[in-house]
């Protein structure tokens, strides 16, 4: 049974920020001052999982690194905006792209950024550690903080809902 207060049969896709979110909000920096990122691996193999049962993966970030593209793309996300301006953009253009609803997207942000797109989706989500504001308008907290799971939380209680958790070879590979 899901602890996600929203329809989950409706989700048909997952938008992530990144930092904060799919890492933690401290970030190290490596010495050249390109942003080092711990990206959660119990968080990559839900999404992973969820890219094989055909759901859409987006990301929505204000960083830009190689690292964040070949990362996500390795994990199946076929939509990457980096260098996010304002993300309700790049949102605008996921939607366009996509032809989906708003009420079969679920968005994980952390951050005021996050604000005006959580504001539109059907499953607005967080981690634990969130800034106030974006608590207020989720409609899911996740107990996990940024880059402690909180993405393999909420995949798992969709594709549970779904009947899509632990039902065939694909839930047992990479």
């Known amino acids: 049974m899901s602890s996600i207060n929203y329809d989950l049969t409706k989700i048909r896709a997952f938008i992530f920020d990144v930092d904060g979110v799919l890492s933690p909000a401290s ?31 987006g990301i929505i970030t204000g960083g830009e690194s190689s690292a964040i593209r070949m990362r996500f793309e390795s994990l199946g996300f076929s939509y990457i905006y980096t260098k996010a301006k304002n993300k309700i953009t790049d949102f605008r253009n996921f939607i366009q792209k996509t032809g989906l609803d708003s009420d079969e997207i679920c968005y994980v942000g952390d951050d005021i950024p996050d604000y005006e797109i ?21 409609r899911y907290i996740s107990p996990k903080a940024g880059g402690k799971g909180v993405g393999r939380d909420i995949i798992e209680q969709v594709l549970k809902a779904q009947g ?9 590979g990479w």
């Open 27 to 57: 970030i190290p920096l490596h010495p050249s001052g390109e942003p080092m990122r711990i990206i959660n691996t119990k968080d990559g193999y839900a999404m992973q999982l969820a890219a094989k049962k055909g759901y859409i993966l």
């Open 164 to 172: 899509k958790w632990m039902m065939d070879e694909d839930a047992f």
């Open 118 to 138: 959580m504001k539109q989706v059907g499953l607005p989500a967080c981690p634990s550690d969130a800034v106030p504001e974006i608590k207020e308008i989720s």
